[in-house]
């Protein structure tokens, strides 16, 4: 009578380790929630670009959409956007390119008329163009002074020749515009360069002692 019964709990016992064996793991509720979200080029330069410029670095914002326009993928739509964007930000106070943007607007206006971002560009196109006529008359003006020269060239997009009046009449620019002119790359953050040192405040309150990238090469 003993053994039919151990028998019977042997056979119980491998059963339900059979059983065990087979079953499927449980996953944790994160794991079986956690999704991965791949974002397309566009989408990414755009988030990336957003970020840069909350950071105040609108410069590398704009050199980041740059990159975007040449990417074949790219839908008409797309496209057209990308290129207001660019103007937008380039009019911006901190894009110092209004010339630029003036040029990103009527390249949308004139190769992308039907779409959403040329209505923007047509909205937006006056008052930079204001900007522009203002700064110009400001470096025609005999009245103008040299740092004032400065500034109307430097927001005009003009940096070289803005650069050339600075130095040549040791100008010494805001922190806004020098920090500018290192996140665009025309100072840089080293020691084997040779010229006059800037002190810069960057964004994180780093001070960064910066000169001109091609002095001292």
């Known amino acids: 009578m003993l053994r039919p019964l151990l028998l019977a709990v042997a056979s119980a016992l491998v059963l339900g380790a059979c059983a065990s064996s087979t079953d499927t793991p449980v996953r944790s509720e994160s794991e079986a929630t956690e999704t991965v979200v791949v974002l397309s080029p566009y989408d990414l330069a755009f988030q990336t670009a ?14 980041r959409l ?38 990103y607007f009527n390249e949308v206006l004139a190769d992308y008329e039907e779409t959403s971002a040329a209505a923007k560009a047509a909205a937006d196109l006056p008052a930079v163009q204001k900007a522009i006529a203002d700064y110009i008359a400001t470096t025609e003006s005999v009245d103008t002074t040299r740092s004032e020269e400065f500034a109307a060239l430097f927001n005009l997009g ?10 040549a009449n040791d100008i010494l620019p805001g922190n ?3 920090l500018a002119m290192y996140q665009i790359g025309y100072l ?6 040779t010229g006059r040192a800037y002190s810069v405040t960057d964004r994180d309150a780093t001070v960064r002692n910066l000169r001109f990238c091609d002095f001292g090469k």
């Not at 957003?50 to 050199?63: C, S």
């Not at 103007?87 to 003036?102: D, H, K, R």
């Open 66 to 103: 740059m990159q975007l326009v040449g990417d074949t993928s790219l839908t008409p739509d797309q496209i057209a956007s990308t290129l207001y964007k660019l103007g937008y930000l380039s009019a911006s106070p901190t894009g110092y390119n209004a010339e630029g943007a003036a040029a």
């Open 50 to 63: 957003d970020e840069l410029v909350a950071a105040g670095n609108t410069p590398t914002a704009i050199q």
């Open 176 to 178: 806004e515009e020098l």
């Open 158 to 167: 003009r940096h070289q020749q803005a650069i050339d009046v600075m130095v």
């Open 188 to 193: 840089c953050d080293d020691s084997n360069l």
